[in-house]
């Protein structure tokens, strides 16, 4: 192919293939930045200087890099997430800053160099917490070197922390909390107070990044000019959504092809396998994403808090500016089964015996919540006459859940499968159901509907070439594995060794032929399972890991990349003692050796974990 000729401009063929490919792949808002960056980039070379590079962690606005650079600060914009939420927060806001000419630079904790911060001037922090006041996974390392003794003074930064997390936890936005405290001990300054947020975060995270941006905004206007075609008005975070993209926020509506039992007989729990069609929707994703799940509450529950509030299931009431019926509300856009504390404290005012529930610990009213549902409490301190739209007021929106993809777009495609194990208990004598998971194996048949969307998980990712990889997961956690033995099946691949722990081996071995297919054909090298309810003395993989402990550092040894998927709270860090007893012995180090070992694996990407 012949490159176009433009005057005083000479493109190979194989440079001019490189735009054709580019420019195909990108938004107009793309073409416009990247057009700007290029610009920008053209301007420095032209200067002499030899060292510009391509990052993919700065954003710059068109006009900002046709400009000099002013004396302005430096401004970080630092994400920690678990679930995506911080990162979507995070490159909205980025967005934002960016057309007000600040120049960000837009980074997740797990890319931090920590080193840096003693470096940074303006940070802004966007971070949710994880179970019991714990950061995410992702900012680990982040959160033990800032709280460590090797942490520097901070005299010069200036920071900001948004801070999400779940009322319906003790240690409520934790993590954030964590990060404020020691950044005031290390002697940095706030630019504005931390702001915490419960679930339905988007108002309180729109103000809070307004305010940011017009403080510094105006900052940056008062030191220097800036340029004549980016705005100086702060407009926060954007909340608006492109309607041609399916998202969190536009879920796509798609077709169950089919929910199948995976347990067998005599299981002493239920495991589903569904297959979705994502025909028509574009949705695209790896091996190690996860599969966004907007569900609806069970209309027995529906049904059954209605008759507890003696409330007309037709009544009107407004949800987010929009007119629908309390059913619908109570259906489709509300949490109607946990209560949390903001639930307490709202009933508890319009019933008047908020002097009930403030007169218990803070222990005391989280094991009230945990053995109340909201429904329990209204049958309990009961309200007859109250206005629909009072009571929806107290109530948390429903959040959507997420569900490890168990497939490869490489041998399904245009279909996602996930792996479910329903949560059912008693409560008061009757039967209980988790949301999501009720809702997926009760009333997720063939050819109903369900609107998801892609999570993208880039910190749990099958190595770029043929490297070797450990698996380890128990239950629901093989999930991701599945997806990573089709892929390979299907593209080729490395070495790989499983190891899986269930109840029991007739009922409970989930995928179990196509586990013995893949082992039989080679794409599975190795794998050992451990069934802990088959013998007298119970089994689990961290068990099986220490009886091969040899051969795992061996693979180690040789570049292999482990994974761990499943309960954070037990299994987990199980195995991950058990990983640090592995190399302390193996490698005959210490154990703080053997720690910082594993600590050099999660830098380097080798070591992920998907835990929940």
């Given amino acids: 192919m012949t490159a176009p000729q433009f005057p005083g401009v000479a493109l190979t063929a194989e440079q001019w293939q490189l735009v054709e490919a580019l420019g195909s792949s990108l938004t107009p808002e793309q073409a416009h930045w990247i057009s700007g960056y290029f610009a920008g980039f053209g301007s420095a070379l032209s200067r002499g200087n030899k060292t510009v590079a391509l990052s993919p962690d700065v954003r710059i606005s068109p006009a900002a890099a046709q400009t000099e650079p002013t004396h302005s600060r430096t401004l970080t914009i630092l994400h920690i997430s678990e679930t995506g939420n911080s990162t979507e927060l995070a490159t909205r806001l980025a967005a934002s800053a960016t057309k007000q000419g600040l120049n960000p630079v837009l980074i997740s904790a797990a890319d931090y160099k920590i080193r840096k911060l003693k470096d940074e001037q303006d940070l802004l922090i966007i971070t949710s917490t994880h179970g019991e006041g714990d950061p995410p996974q992702t900012g680990m390392e982040f959160f033990e070197f800032v709280e460590s003794r090797k942490a520097p003074a901070l005299p010069g930064l200036r920071y900001a922390i948004l801070a999400l997390g779940d009322m319906s936890y003790e240690h409520f936005c934790g993590a954030g909390k964590r990060l404020d405290e020691r950044f005031e001990v290390l002697g940095a300054k706030r630019l504005r ?39 100086t008005t702060a407009t926060g975070i954007s909340q608006q959504t492109n309607d041609a993209t399916y998202s969190k926020r536009n879920p796509f509506p798609a077709t169950v092809i089919d929910s199948i039992t995976l347990s ?14 994502l025909a028509d929707s574009g949705l695209v994703y790896e ?48 949490e109607i089964t946990t209560a949390t504390l903001r639930f307490l404290d709202h009933w508890g005012e319009l019933t008047g015996t908020s002097d009930i529930f403030t007169a218990k610990d803070s222990t005391e009213r989280a094991s ?49 499968h996930i792996t479910v194990a329903p949560v059912r208990y008693q409560l008061h004598e009757e039967m209980r159901s988790g949301v999501a998971s009720g809702h997926l194996a009760d009333r997720a048949i063939a050819d109903s509907v369900l609107p998801v969307y892609i999570q993208n998980n880039p910190h749990f990712r099958l190595p770029a070439s043929d490297e070797p990889i450990i698996m380890i997961g128990a239950g629901t956690g ?10 390979r099946e299907a ?24 586990w013995q297919e893949w082992l039989k054909n080679g794409v599975l090298t190795k794998m050992e399972v451990a069934f802990s309810r088959d013998t007298a003395e119970k089994i689990y993989v961290q068990h099986r890991i220490r009886e091969h402990a040899h051969d795992v550092y061996a693979w180690l040894e040789e570049g292999a990349y482990i994974y761990l998927c499943g309960d954070a709270a037990r299994m987990a860090p199980d195995v991950h003692d058990t990983l640090v007893t592995v190399i302390e012995e193996q490698a005959s180090v210490q154990r703080e050796e053997a720690e910082e070992y594993l600590r050099d694996l999660q830098r380097d990407g080798r070591y992920q974990r998907d835990v929940y």
């Fill in 287 to 334: 091996p190690g994403d996860a599969l966004g799940i907007v569900a609806h509450n069970d209309p027995a529950v529906v049904e059954a808090l209605l008759k507890a509030l003696d409330m007309d299931s037709g009544a009107p009431v407004t949800v987010k500016g929009q007119s629908a019926t309390l059913h619908e509300a109570l259906s489709e856009s509300f």
């Fill in 478 to 487: 093989i999930a991701p594995y599945r997806a990573f033995m089709q892929e």
């Fill in 368 to 416: 009230f919540l945990h053995d109340n549902h909201i429904i329990d409490i209204i049958r309990a301190y009961p309200l007859k006459g109250l206005d629909p739209q009072r009571f929806i007021d107290g109530l948390r929106p429903l959040q959507p859940r997420l569900y490890s993809i168990a497939s490869s777009l490489a041998a399904c495609p245009d279909e996602a």
């Fill in 193 to 231: 107070p931390r702001v915490d947020c419960d679930v339905d975060y988007e108002e309180p995270a729109a103000a809070w990044s307004t305010d940011i941006l017009k403080l510094l905004a105006a900052e940056r206007t008062a030191t220097a000019p800036a340029p004549a075609s980016v705005s």
């Fill in 491 to 514: 593209n080729g691949g490395g070495r790989s060794w499983l190891f899986f722990g269930e109840r029991n081996f007739r009922a409970d071995f989930l995928y179990q032929t196509e």
């Fill in 264 to 277: 067998g007989r005599g299981s002493t729990r239920e495991t589903r396998h569904i297959e979705i069609s």
